[in-house]
């Protein structure tokens, strides 16, 4: 015991002596939850639209200034043809065009009908989706306006509650999610890179050498990386809920207890991958190349995971980070217990233990 | 000119001897475009619905059915119990719960406006501001058709006004389908190859500081330009291999058209990549470690790819986070490749992006090579 204490003091020391390294790890949550928390959103806010008035009429007017007092729009660039419009896609000045057909208070007056067109630059079929949607649900609305002034346009009416995220931020999905990458690189990542470089140095002959058996070496190895990374998960909590108002609706010793089990989790998988990788490079390589885009993506962070075709949601069962997500989702903002995620639970379990298992089957106590 | 030779043909004998990394930089980044390409869907099908229909009557069974004809919506379960919708939503079984008050057809024959209860699971605020959208959209239909003939049928002889339409026609242009995978696949190549280049050039000079062998380099009278141009040139080629390899998938596996010149996007794609290796180079001289270099390297990299546009629109962010934006090259990438492969833009449009990106190259590379000095 007095040998392992003396061990995890030294590895203590190789990461405090290297101060520009802890600066990084405690700064980067900080910056990163900052800037992430203020700037990423999904709310649609002053897309750029060019509006092509061909009739210029007053009900045409009225229309295209009921588009921009929503919010949505903001027009931009001068069209006087479908030409300019194309030109403006081209520049990628502009995500959607307004275009009201000549004469169009005329014809709505003495046809009975009108017509707007809707071009949106589909290269980012999402956003155009969205675009199209909010333009027509207004043109909609200016649609019975005109039709009954005064009356109250709907009888049946939709009061609805937005629970759980009542203002709808966008925050509330990235707090979980920022852990989740942070947890995963803090604990994956160094882990390997230290046990590489312990290889490539040389020194870690000099370990094996010594009395020490490897489980002590190892463990010695990833206790500092564990407090490390639960006091960056505490980080960003506290930021997330003093600066964004996230809330922790659950109990909070249980968020703590998931957290440790899912560093564990992945300081096995750092584990496991210095047992392959003899390089610094390499290890930086896997766990880098290989789960950083996987974790972002995969894991229900950004995209929904219902919405994937469904070998892909197959493959995002592999994605330790994604069952984590749902954890933490359920303690945080819904506050609810574990009997809504034992199964989520047990599954980090369980790769907690075949990342283990696997890592001592590889492990080889001389080296190449 | 000779010692630059040797210098690269040294790089080159180092990335391929290990045999670990190779499979790494060609197979990983090929698997990942082809998986990951998938995921990013945005587009919002079958909502769970709790439906708790209080009424039983055929005007909200007629809602009923509006909705799950509309194909963006599935049915979760029904019931007539607050607590049972509630655990639902917890569960996640629901997306969301829609109550309709009793008596709702008898009332509406009377004219007397009907509140529904709708509560929506928010914690995804895209998600739930889309089945707000398109439920608003649903019931609006369902207020001007069945609502109004409802109250028709009651008041005899009601003269209906004459209405005026606007039709609303909507065009998707460049990718009429909306087939997302057109958006994602040459963002996500992008960010693989940014990553490689990134990665493998930030670690590169501070290995050699690492294990000592910098110290050789510095006693040779190699110069400190041609040094970097040594360490340079080797990821360069091999990060226009993984690219084109990625443009080959794109072509083959998923079909994404090339409207505009290839040759454009490879010219950019050259500046790029120096603009990149310069970059990691610049935390590489910066760094004593390769841990501290891995770690200032992936802070970057998840701002960068994070706030490139990819995921998140960048119209959508605060201004002063669109300004800091600017300085994000993978923003300009991505920009730029839309633009040529998807909208056939050309030199002329694309001129900015070009001048953008090589003047920040020749400053990043330039702050690169004053910043490594020869004395270890």
Redesign the interface.
Known sequence: MKRLTSLIRKEFYHIFR?K??LL??FG?PV??IL??G???????????IAILDQSNDEVSRR?TDKLVASGYFLPDGQAESIGDV?QL????RI?MAVVVEPDFADK??HE???????????????????L??????I??N??LE??QPGQ???????????????S???V??FVPGLIT?LLM?VSA??TS??IA?EK??GTMEVLLASPMNPGQVIIAKVVPYFSLAFLDAVVVLLLGRYVFGVPIMGSVPLLLAEIMLFIIMALSLGILIST???????A???S???L???T???SGF???I????L??QI?SHIIPARWFI?IE??IM??G?GIA?FWKETLILIGFTVFFIGVSIKKFNVRLG | MRIILYLIQKEFLQIFR?K??LP??FV??VL?LI??S?????????LKVYWMDNDQSSASRQ?YRDLMASGYFTIAGTGFDHAEAAAA????EADLVVEIPAG?EKK?VR?E??????????????????A??Y???I??D??QRE?AALQMRVVAGGQP????????????????E???K??MVPG?LV??VT??GA??SS?NIV?EK??GTIEQINVTPIQKYQFVIGKLLPFWLLGLMVLSIGLIVAKVVFNIPFVGSVGLIYAFSAVYLLLILGFGLLISTL??????A???A??F???F???GGL???I????GW?QT?TLFNPIRYFI?FV??VM????GWQ?TRFFFAVIFAYALLLNGLAILNYKKTA
Do not use: C
């Not at chain 1, 896609?89 to 990628?92: I, N, V």
């Not at chain 1, 219902?306 to 075709?309: G, K, V």
């Not at chain 2, 998938?38 to 079958?46: G, M, Q, T, V």
């Not at chain 2, 760094?287 to 501290?292: G, H, W």
């Open positions: 290297d520009r390294t990084i790890l980067m910056v990163q800037l992430f203020y700037a990423i959103t999904n709310e649609i806010k002053d897309a750029h229309l194309e896609f081209k520049e990628g995500k709505l007056q009975g009908g009108a017509s707007v067109q809707l071009l949106a630059d589909a290269t980012d079929p999402n956003m155009a989706n969205t199209v949607n909010y333009a027509t649900a043109i909609q200016f649609q005109l039709n109250p346009p709907i009888l049946v009416g939709a009061e609805v509650r937005l629970q759980y995220n009542p709808l931020k966008g509330f999905l990458i690189l990542m160094m890179i230290s470089r490539e140095t392959v990788a003899q390089t610094q490079q390499t930086l390589l896997l880098l190349m290989g950083m885009l996987p972002i993506l995969l950004i995209f929904p219902e919405n994937m075709p070998p892909l493959i749902v989702k359920a903002l819904k609810v809504y | 290990n670990t990394n790494i930089l990983m980044p990942q998986v990951l998938y995921a990013a869907d945005f587009e919002i099908k079958n809602l939503l917890d569960k996640n709702m509406l004219k406006p009907q509140q529904l209860q709708v509560i929506v699971n928010a914690i995804d605020g895209t998600k739930a501001g889309l707000n959208y439920f608003g959209r019931l609006g369902y207020n609502v006004t004459a209405r005026q339409v606007i039709n609303v026609e909507s065009s998707f242009w460049f990718n009429p909306l087939n997302y057109t958006f996500i960010l693989l990553m490689i990665f493998l670690m290995r690492e294990i760094t004593d470690t390769q841990q501290q891995m770690f200032l992936w802070f990299l998840v701002v790819i994070l706030m995921f998140t629109a119209e959508n962010m605060p986070a800091i920009e839309r633009l998807l909208k056939g833009a449009e």
